[in-house]
């Protein structure tokens, strides 16, 4: 493999060597941290180009999001949310053209390019409490929330228990266009989720004060240790890809 040519820095490739299991779908949550907004908006712009070509070519790229922190007050932080759909996927897209010379070429040859490596989460997937809405696609500004919450020992088990109707609700509520829940390969004790709502309106005024919500809220609250919340914006790729189109 040609890990050493990615230009993505060392984490990246160490994270790959490790993240996959076989047939498993491979997810990536990436933060990029770059040195200046023009940089920023290029990088974006250049993963935006390659999303075209993951919508249409490849099939077995499920998501491929590029959305920026919430509010103004960063303007040099960008992420990206990936999915494949199993390892041999995610090869086969690292060794694409467009990847090789619109990306890593690109990253590799500016020098600077980031205040600090990249840091690369995988997530595991589980499969039975993900969705996205085709409504996802045609949201104007989705209000996007990716959350790490850690636990007390044994905690995990019982969230995602509760979870799981949480998730059977939320499918039903208009306004939420996506939820995925994910453990973490690293810590055991740890969950991640990204959902997505049609406005910070709809998550504070009609999601979080569904019956199901506060009722898992009162039910897991007490054994939550920490709570990191990131709020985000959508600004290029895809987290739908459906018979229509990527959005
Ligand atoms: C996820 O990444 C970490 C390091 O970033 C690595 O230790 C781990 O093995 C990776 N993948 C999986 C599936 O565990
Ligand atoms: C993205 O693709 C468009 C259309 O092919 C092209 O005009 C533009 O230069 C590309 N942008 C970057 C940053 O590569
Ligand atoms: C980015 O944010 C910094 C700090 O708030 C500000 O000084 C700078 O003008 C902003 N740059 C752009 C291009 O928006
Ligand atoms: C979903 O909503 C419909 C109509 O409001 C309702 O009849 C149904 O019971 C709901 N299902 C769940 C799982 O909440």
């Known amino acids: ?84 759909d199993d390892d041999a996927t995610f090869y086969k897209h690292l060794g694409a053209e467009i990847v090789s010379t619109s990306l890593f070429g690109w990253t590799t040859s500016i020098p600077n390019i980031w205040t600090k490596d990249p840091a690369v989460q995988n997530f595991t997937v589980i499969d039975s409490m993900n969705f996205v809405k085709p409504e996802f696609a045609k949201a104007a500004d989705p209000y996007i929330v990716v959350e790490g919450l850690t636990y007390m020992s044994g905690g995990v088990h019982h969230v995602i228990e509760h979870l799981e109707e949480a998730v059977v609700a939320s499918r039903n509520e208009s306004g939420t266009l996506a939820f995925g829940l994910y453990t973490d390969p690293v810590n055991k ?14 998550l504070t005024n009609v999601h979080n004060k569904s019956p199901t919500a506060r009722e898992v809220d009162e039910h897991t609250r007490g054994m939550r240790s920490s709570r990191q919340t990131i709020l985000l914006q959508k600004r290029g790729g895809f987290l739908y890809k459906g018979a229509a189109g990527c959005g």
């Open 1 to 84: 493999m040609r890990f050493s040519s990615l230009g993505l820095l060392i984490p990246l490739a160490s994270c790959i060597d490790h993240a996959l299991a076989a047939g498993a779908p491979v997810f990536f949550f990436t933060q990029f941290p770059t040195s200046t907004t023009a940089l920023r908006d290029e990088l974006i712009s250049r993963m935006h180009n390659i999303s075209h070509f993951s919508c249409t070519d490849e099939p077995g790229v499920s998501k491929y999001a590029l959305v920026i922190p919430r509010g103004g007050g960063d303007n040099l932080t960008a992420y990206s949310i990936e999915q494949y």
């Open 189 to 202: 004790d740890k969950l991640w989720t990204l959902a997505a709502y049609e406005s910070e309106d709809y």
